[in-house]
């Protein structure tokens, strides 16, 4: 992976992981590999998760939201999933972060306009027919806040495994 300067070193207690934000793309490393240029961040070391502490099995319920973010859910669902969509599939995440930090200049949202929007979204989202996972979702919730005049903070995450990958062992 070329680095650019929208490249993140996660450093792992067993290996290292490459996001290139311009295009999207990971690659996973050992950590005794060649140095590879961008901003590092240290993940602290976990327990074994293997997915089940960090995604329930059921949602919860969706909750209550006004009418009014309920209806601002469906432009900010059609922006995002026009910017999913329009232009190169290679520039797609890039696209999606660039939107989901459209409101980094208003002011903060509430707790509660969070949760509004996060939840008009997951309401609003069910009736659009196609693929409408977390990166869209989350994207969808920052859009609203945005719309509503207030500021998302988007943030991802990744989650390690204190085991050393067996093709990383090698």
């Known amino acids: 992976m070329k680095p650019t300067p929208h490249t993140v070193i996660a450093l792992t207690t067993s290996a290292r992981v490459i996001i ?3 295009t999207g793309t990971t690659e996973l490393r050992r950590l005794d590999g060649p ?8 993940i602290p070391p976990s327990t074994p998760a293997w997915g089940t502490n960090e995604a329930p099995a059921v949602l919860p319920a ?18 995002t999933a026009a910017a999913r969509s329009c232009g190169p599939r290679a520039r797609r995440f890039r696209r999606l972060v660039r939107l ?17 929007a996060v939840r008009a979204v997951r ?9 409408w996972a977390c990166l869209e979702e989350s ?9 509503a005049g207030f500021r998302g903070e988007w943030r991802h995450g ?3 495994e204190p085991r050393t990958p067996a093709r990383l062992a090698r």
């Open 100 to 116: 989901a930090r459209y409101g980094s200049r208003r002011p903060p949202a509430t707790l509660a306009q969070a949760e509004f």
């Open 123 to 131: 309401r609003a989202s069910t009736y659009f027919p196609a693929r």
């Open 20 to 22: 290139n934000y311009d």
């Open 158 to 160: 990744l989650a390690s």
């Open 35 to 42: 140095p590879v240029a961008g901003t590092v961040v240290h």
């Open 139 to 147: 994207v969808a919730a920052t859009t609203l806040l945005a719309l």
């Open 62 to 79: 969706n909750g209550f939201a006004p009418i009014h973010w309920r209806l601002g859910a469906i432009p900010a669902i059609l922006i």
